[in-house]
């Protein structure tokens, strides 16, 4: 009876020692951080999932049901982890900077700031609000991407402060980041090109100078930006395709600018002599026959180079969307 007693006494110390040492090594620092670091390949592969979705080019319904999906998956994290995440023996702080990060993602989604197609909404606001577009992604992708380093920088301080020696990092947040900002300069170009387009089929020749002025200023700008990003990635395939279908347009507004101006100052004179003979019949019918042969070859000019322009560009774009297609296949 005793030896039993004893025994049972040695099976429950050795239960409680278990059990305690089990709870112990699950409470270090290490197990901690792995746990953010799973919840870290979910943002990941959300972004990897989104990514996917955009340039395989899968339905919008598809991709809405993606996002839906993503949405759910990281705000279930961020429930999760703000109800139970208490953090390690009282420090909050990488727990803290991974709500920042996840939050950040989910806008990042729901904005479409990572969306690089569908112009028709943007193309139609007036340019002060275009521009608005352009720095408010761009403040939201600058402000994502520091709220990654926040956090990269987060783990290395708490594996720093408990002596854990592995090191911390946000796998492929270069390349996502890299992409982002690409992505970016191709969404503006297209944005003032599509607005150009439309504008090239009406009369207003001040608002067409005024848009070409603004696209050639962004195509500028992003060729300084494509320089510098030479030295920022091994992989220069996308910001080749940039700096090309950059390139082109210039040259696109070099050659339709002023063709389009020799149309309108046609149709100008056409119409003066139209009316003067409307007002006098026996004013020179030679002379408007000769403005109506003027304006018909200004015209076929004018619309057979932008015809041709557009088939060039449209080649130029879809090659584009492969080229950033198979940059993230072959680096995510």
Known sequence: MKS?????????????????????????????????????????????????????????????????????????????????????????????????MNSRTIMLLKNNTLKVTGYETEKNLSYPEIFSVFETRKSEIINYYSAIVDYTNAKRRFSKRNNLTQGRYFSKRNIFEYDAHQSLMFFKINVLDAKLCDLLSTTDDKNVIQCVSYLNQVCRESLILTDEYKNVNIDQSLNNANNDLITFLLAQNETLLPLYADYIQTLSDFNNTKEALQKNENDNVEKYNEKVRQLDMTKNKFTGSFAAIQNQKKELIDNWLKIKQNYLKKNL
């Not at 290490?30 to 955009?54: G, H, R």
């Not at 340039?55 to 429930?79: C, H, M, P």
């Open 4 to 100: 039993n007693l004893s025994l049972s006494i040695f099976l429950l110390l050795f239960f409680l020692q278990a059990t305690s040492s089990h709870a112990q090594r699950y409470r270090t620092a290490e197990a901690y951080i792995s746990d953010f670091e799973k919840n870290e390949s979910y943002v990941i592969q959300s972004l990897t999932e989104y990514s996917s979705a955009i340039i395989n080019d899968e339905k919008a319904s598809r991709v809405q049901a993606t996002l839906e999906d993503i949405y759910n998956r990281l705000g279930n994290i961020n429930t999760i982890i703000t109800k139970n995440g208490k953090g390690y023996l009282g420090d909050v702080s990488l727990r803290d900077a991974f709500l920042k």
